[in-house]
């Protein structure tokens, strides 16, 4: 006679909730890069701090995956590798940085934050949506509620605001191609360790990202103040971030992947607060609070699936 044993919906979530964990804790140290920057001494060139961090970052997976797997066996995986969706994976995040950047500049730093971490979750929705996949009411209802509420929290913190037609389509494209770059690597993570896949698609874009950044900014000026700033990024708000984002995607959608991360602009809003000292408006506190009442609602989706 056998036994039939069910798992509770407590034990059910346990694995989604750790994914949930992962990536927010992905989303903190997404969340340090302003303040990080603010440190800089101006003179580098943000093309060149986007690219710089993601070579910094690839030789930071380099060494992790060789310390905990050992050469022999990283080589065994990066021959394994869908090396189509790395390799798209990898121009997804060269196009994500540069652009973001581009955006940046040209429409300002509220504006084009607010584009960005507005659009990529909604993007990802569409793009699960037509890939057969239905992200479910919850995670809808709690992603827009997320996304005004990051968009309050950005504008509300005083910013000056300007628009440009031009920055406002690399700001789109930034959420696009960041939203495309988490669902194919959710797709690799699902047959591929982590650490050997991040190496794979952050080498690829640092190889495109690297010359896109001498073509637009010119030649590498950077001082010791900038080398600092650059490898806290590299190592630290990419390297660790992104292979925590990795980790926790094996267990939770790229929908929500994508959404989760929008923690980033709440640990901002707080490093403001606490080092740089920014005093801003009820706006940004109504902001903060619709932002993390939305990121409740899609956690409680996704333990719920």
């Known amino acids: 006679m056998s036994t039939i044993t069910t798992s509770s919906p ?18 903190i140290l997404w969340g340090t890069t302003g303040t990080a920057q603010s440190f800089s001494d101006g003179s580098l060139s943000p093309y060149w701090v986007g690219a710089l961090r993601l070579g910094i970052a690839s030789l930071f997976f380099l060494a992790y995956a060789g310390a905990t797997n050992g050469l022999p066996h990283l080589s065994r995986q990066l021959a394994a590798l869908n090396w189509r969706h790395a390799l798209w994976a990898g121009a997804c995040v060269a196009t994500y940085n540069l652009t973001f950047f581009a955006g940046v500049k040209a429409t300002g730093v509220a504006v084009g934050t607010a584009l960005t971490i507005g659009s990529g979750p909604i993007w990802a929705g569409l793009l699960q949506l037509i890939g057969g996949a239905r992200p479910g009411l ?3 209802t709690g992603t827009l509620l997320a996304v005004g509420g990051g968009v309050l929290l950005v504008f509300g913190r005083g910013d000056a605001l300007q628009a440009d037609l031009v920055g406002i389509a690399f700001c789109l494209t930034s959420g696009l191609t960041y939203a495309v770059y988490t669902l194919l690597n959710k797709k690799l993570v ?8 991040t190496l794979a698609v952050f080498t690829v874009g640092a190889l495109l990202a690297l010359p896109a950044a001498a073509f637009w900014a010119g030649s590498l000026q950077i001082t010791a103040t900038g080398w600092m700033v650059v490898s806290f990024l590299g190592i630290a708000s990419t390297g660790i971030a992104y292979l925590l984002f990795s980790t926790g995607l094996r ?15 709440v640990t901002a809003f707080l490093l403001a607060l606490a080092v740089v000292g920014e005093r801003p408006g009820a706006l940004a506190y109504a902001g903060l609070t619709a932002l993390l009442a939305g990121l409740a609602i899609v956690i409680r989706a996704e333990t719920r699936q």
Not at 10 to 26: D, K, T, Y
Not at 251 to 265: F, Q, R, Y
């Open 10 to 27: 407590a034990a059910a979530a346990v694995r989604p909730l750790h994914g949930i964990l992962l990536v927010l804790g992905a989303g």
């Open 138 to 140: 919850g995670w809808w």
């Open 190 to 197: 699902q047959h591929s360790e982590p650490a050997a896949s």
């Open 251 to 265: 267990s939770i959608s790229a929908a929500t992947g994508v959404s989760l991360a929008l923690m980033e602009p």
